[in-house]
Structures are given as structure tokens and as C-alpha cells.
């Protein structure tokens, strides 16, 4: 079963609006939470990542929000461009290599 | 030049069929991963290997088999194809030395096992 748990599987979004994509896990032994974005046809990239002493981060129109003791973090794009459009997939990291990913996000930016 | 490179990019094979995939690295990485992509399910991780004599299996080993051939090349195989295996083969590596150890993906392999 899958450790790393994230919705919803699709979503659109206008352009300039906000993408929210949510993820929730149980195994308290994760310690990195890495965001990838994947186009068509390409492999995962790194986006941004989070460690679980930190509330949030944020690098440009990207930000991770994390509650530890709820044990979710998701992803925020602001002001959404249609160059976002992609799938996006949350991680967890244990036993300092292994990533357990979410199902994955394909979000849609309409113009 | 890409940093890790995969053939083939797009195979078609029969059930049956023993088939090899292969990866190569430029980024002086000496982990490597290989993964399977299905829709809905995101990537799982079929065999890890943290250098040349270091290799493990990962969630979903059975019907696979790798070599590393050198620290820059990982291989997987199907020994016999079965139409199950149909997916989206990815292969990564990371940095042991660096913190946060982020995995670098190639491009990708579409594979379809008729």
C-alpha cells in the first residue's frame, strides 16, 4: 500500500490562480519531504524540498506547508502560469535514500 | 548532454521475451536507482544499488534482475515479459555525500509487453 497518500489526482486552474495539492503519511520516521515536477515525456525533477523541523518554505510561486504533528504537507503554486502545467509528486524519505512517492497530481493551467 | 541517459526510449516486446534496459550516468553518482511508473500509482522502486558490488531489491524485485556494470552504468532485465510489466521504467542517481541526496531521473523508458 502506499505510504505516501496525495489528492487529488487532477485539478485546473485558471491562470494566476493558486494550485493546492495535499499529501498525509504515517511512517513518523520520514525525514525529507521532496516535491517533483514531471512534463510529458520527461523524467521527475526536483521542485522543492522540506525537513520536518520546518513549517514552511518557499522558492518563488512554490511553497511547501508542513504540519508535523497532523502529519501532511502540500504544495502551494501561486499565481499559476501555463508553463506549471505538469504532474507534480509528493515524497518521503527514510533510512537516509529510500523515497516513497504519492500517486501524483496532473494540474492544468488554462490561459 | 543529459546528465543520465536511458535506451531505449520506447520498446515493444512479447510475452516471454527476455529484454534489458540500460542506464548511463555522467554525474559521478554512485547510487542508482531503477523505478516503474503506472498511472495512480506513481513510482515504485524496483532495485537500488549504492555502488558497483552494492545492490538491493526494492518494493517490486520479482520478475526483474539489474547489473552494475561500473559505477555509471545500471542495467535492468526482464527475464520473461509478462504484459503486467507494461509501464514507464525510470532510472535515477544521487549523491551519497551530499545531504538531502536529491535523485536525478532520466527520461525514461516506455515499455509494452504484448
Known amino acids: 500500500q502506499q505510504q505516501v497518500k496525495q489528492s487529488p489526482q487532477s485539478l485546473i486552474v485558471q491562470k494566476g490562480g493558486i494550485s493546492i495539492i495535499n499529501c498525509a503519511y504515517e511512517?513518523?520516521?520520514?525525514?525529507?519531504f521532496p516535491w517533483y515536477q514531471q512534463f510529458p515525456g520527461k523524467g521527475p525533477a526536483l521542485l522543492i524540498a522540506?525537513?520536518?523541523?520546518?513549517s514552511e518554505k518557499k522558492e518563488g510561486r512554490f511553497t511547501i506547508s508542513f504540519n508535523k504533528s497532523a502529519k501532511q504537507f502540500s504544495l502551494h503554486i501561486m499565481d499559476s502560469q501555463p508553463g506549471d502545467s505538469a504532474t507534480y509528486f509528493c515524497?518521503?524519505?527514510?533510512?537516509?535514500?529510500?523515497?516513497?512517492f504519492g500517486a501524483g497530481t496532473t494540474v492544468t493551467v488554462r490561459a | 548532454d543529459a546528465d543520465v541517459t536511458q535506451t531505449p526510449r520506447n520498446r515493444i516486446t512479447k510475452t516471454g521475451k527476455r529484454i534489458m534496459l540500460e542506464c548511463s550516468q555522467t554525474?559521478?553518482?554512485?547510487?542508482m536507482y531503477w523505478y516503474r511508473q503506472d498511472p495512480g500509482l506513481g513510482l515504485r522502486l524496483i532495485y537500488y544499488?549504492?555502488?558497483?558490488?552494492?545492490?538491493n531489491k526494492g518494493e517490486i524485485s520479482d520478475g526483474y534482475s539489474v547489473s552494475r556494470q561500473a559505477q555509471a552504468k545500471f542495467s535492468l532485465s526482464l527475464e520473461s515479459a509478462i504484459p503486467n510489466q507494461t509501464a514507464l521504467y525510470f532510472c535515477?542517481?544521487?549523491?551519497?555525500?551530499?545531504?538531502?541526496?536529491?535523485?536525478?531521473f532520466g527520461p525514461g523508458t516506455r515499455l509494452l509487453v504484448l
Open positions: 522540506i525537513r520536518p523541523d520546518v
Open positions: 511512517n513518523t520516521a520520514f525525514d525529507y
Open positions: 544499488s549504492f555502488d558497483v558490488k552494492d545492490i
Open positions: 515524497a518521503a524519505r527514510i533510512n537516509d535514500y529510500k523515497l516513497s
Open positions: 535515477a542517481t544521487s549523491d551519497s555525500r551530499v545531504w538531502g541526496e536529491t535523485q536525478y
Open positions: 554525474k559521478g553518482h554512485d547510487r
